[in-house]
């Protein structure tokens, strides 16, 4: 008997399935009659549920089980379940099923054989219900499907194609997303990835994310959400202007993208990076709107706040602030610091410690720091490497007049030059300025002064002179910040202003440039498909509209005798496309090697037309 072409999409299937050995163990159980009867599988859109499925349904029809799907696309299609043994009941995008998810509760579940085996799959968490009746709980297990680990993912980029030179910046980027990573494979297929060409993606992921939000509101409160560290109903009615929003507040906890902890509803790292990236390009003024009101909320909760609480406040404003190149790194680190930590030093460390003292400063300062190690033990702070190695410390000296001083610091092998340690020291140094009981002053100890003035002044933190001081022949240069003239929400908001300044929207180059052209052209029909576009924060349409801009780049090229027949070939293919790009050729009657190079020469025409006009725009900008 020959394959059916079915066997053969079902073979392709398996070959292109990595990971989840957790959740396929669990459902061999369930096939032994060892789990539950009823499995509950949630997860973000593109996460693999509906892959996952399809391997439950191999698995299944291989211990000879009868398989029947019911998808929430086509709710109404008639099931043949009743009475029937040994079935395994699979329900994919159970999110679509709406009232009938009280019908597949109530009544056809139940009616089941009672060797039947049900897996239900969708973006929301399961309904309470199935834990709080005696009865469902006894037979329900639910299973929260997340990211594909690191080396699963780097197996589907393999299995799917993707250079392996490019593979680990599509880790980083996808951080595992399944369908993240198919895309990132499509995109790689084209042209090598890249972060001019992540934008194409992000749109994508948004799309699956939430297909459709309930109102224009619904869409703010989701976007606005992505902007602060953690929702709370008080601050998303701030963010939106509304007086309650306790409403809009239930709808976003119950999204299958957003997670909910002791400080509120935040959206898993992936969905946050794109809906704020669609955000920033697609209405930078609404972006900067939102921000507005969280600064001004913030700000009131740290008036009003405890102690502890303003620590709290702290970390949510410099997180509101973390696109700026100042504050950034102390939320996300510095990308040469990845795999090192910081934490009290072993005894064995406090060796090492006095011997990096000794190497980088002499013997007076290691006896020094011997002696600040025995009457200050909870001074010094070690860093680590991924594989538990010291390679660095700084050590905190209180002083009696309510200044504390960072006496020591330094990476073990470079001192105090540049080094990723360094880097690392720094950024922990100023969240511990957020974090700890905030003293009157803060001292930093260089060996040297003329290197750090301009960067220690950026970060408002000035030279002392006169509390320099000498330890074995060599004098060492002080610098400060005054906490009472200056306090840390002050001096975070100092940071982010500054910063602001300094970090504007960056300009694509011309490779960037074409690349965005010519994705926006292969989703110019669609109704949001210049959504997201990095063109959008271009300067040719700072103070217009996207698609204004392309139909008045195409109505140029139609009014050019040298362009119209290329103008011809776009305009049917993207600007007012037929359903193929075989119908666009026909219906301009060219064979499709010549509708092709006239396809080719169009795009390239287009993009240059474009680039001018942006070139142009830049030097009135000027």
């Known amino acids: 008997m020959s394959a059916r072409l079915g066997d053969r999409l079902d073979s392709a299937r398996r070959r292109g399935f990595v990971g ?59 099931l043949e379940v009743t009475g029937a043994e040994r079935l395994v009941l699979l329900v994919d995008t159970a999110e679509r099923l709406g009232h009938l998810d009280r019908w597949l509760r109530g009544e056809l579940i139940p009616s089941l054989a009672a060797d039947a085996l049900v897996v239900i799959a969708g973006r929301d968490r399961p309904s309470p219900v199935w834990r709080a009746d005696p009865g469902w709980r006894e037979l329900v297990s639910i299973v929260a499907l997340g990211n594909l680990g690191h080396e699963d993912g780097r197996r589907l980029l393999a299995a799917r194609g993707v250079p392996e030179d490019e593979r680990e910046a599509a880790l980083d980027f996808t951080r595992g997303h399944p369908l993240a990573l198919a895309l990132v494979a499509d995109v790689s297929a084209q042209r090598r990835f890249s972060a001019s060409t992540a934008h194409e993606v992000m749109g994508e992921l948004l799309r699956s994310f939430v297909d459709t939000v309930p109102s224009p509101l619904h869409q703010q409160a989701l976007e606005a959400c992505a902007q602060v560290l953690a929702t709370t109903e008080p601050l998303l009615g701030a963010l939106l202007g509304v007086d309650d929003g306790a409403e809009l507040f239930a709808w976003l906890r119950g999204l299958s993208i957003i997670e909910y902890g002791s400080r509120g509803l935040f959206p898993h790292d992936l969905a ?9 390009w697609r209405d930078p003024e609404g972006c900067a709107s939102v921000r507005a009101r969280a600064d001004t909320y913030y700000r009131r909760q740290f008036a009003a706040a405890d102690p502890a609480g303003r620590q709290s406040t702290l970390l949510d404003y410099v997180y509101l602030h973390r696109a700026t190149s100042v504050l950034g790194p102390f939320v996300t680190g510095y990308p040469q610091t990845a795999g090192l ?39 010094p702070t070690v860093v680590r ?25 330094m990476d073990g092998t470079h001192y105090q030059d540049p080094s990723p340690v360094q880097l690392f020291i720094t950024a922990h140094l100023f969240r511990s300025y957020l974090t700890t009981p905030c003293p009157e002053r803060t001292l930093l100890v260089f060996a040297e002064a003329e290197p750090w003035v301009e960067g220690c002044a950026h970060v408002d933190f000035h030279r002392l002179p006169e509390a320099d001081f000498t330890v074995g022949g060599h004098t060492y240069a002080v610098f400060w910040h005054d906490w009472q003239a200056v306090p840390p929400l002050a001096w975070v908001a100092r940071l982010a202003a500054q910063g602001a300044l300094a970090t504007q929207p960056a300009l694509l180059s011309e490779e960037e440039f074409a690349a965005a052209v010519r994705a926006a052209l292969r989703s110019y029909g669609r109704a949001d498909g210049l959504r997201g576009s990095p063109l959008l924060g271009a300067m040719m349409v700072r103070d217009g509209d996207l698609r204004a801009v392309f139909e008045e780049t195409s109505a140029e090229l139609a009014a050019s005798p040298r362009d119209v027949k290329i103008h011809r070939v776009l305009h049917h293919t993207y600007l007012r496309p037929a359903r193929t790009q075989a119908d666009a050729a026909e219906l301009l009657g060219l064979p499709t090697t010549t509708y092709r190079r006239h396809l080719a020469a169009g795009e390239a025409r287009f993009v240059e037309l474009l680039w001018r006009r942006e070139l142009d725009a830049r030097r009135i900008d000027q």
Do not use: N
């Open 272 to 280: 946050r990076e794109a809906l704020v990236a669609e955000l920033s």
């Open 20 to 78: 989840r050995h957790g959740e396929l163990a669990a459902f061999r159980a369930m096939l032994g009659g060892d789990a539950a009867q009823i499995l509950l599988v949630h997860g973000a859109g593109g996460v693999g549920k509906t892959a996952l499925l399809h391997q439950y349904a191999w698995l299944a029809a291989q211990d000879g089980r009868q398989v029947v799907w019911l998808d929430g696309h086509d709710p109404s299609a008639e």
């Open 341 to 379: 930590s910081a934490d009290r030093p072993t005894r064995a460390e406090l060796g090492t410690i006095v011997s990096w003292v000794r190497k980088h400063e002499g013997d007076e300062a290691a006896r020094l720091c011997e002696r600040l190690l025995a009457s200050q033990p909870s001074s």
């Open 385 to 409: 490497t991924a594989a538990g190695e010291a390679v660095g410390f700084y050590l905190l000296v209180d002083l009696p007049d309510g200044a504390r001083m960072v006496r020591f610091w």
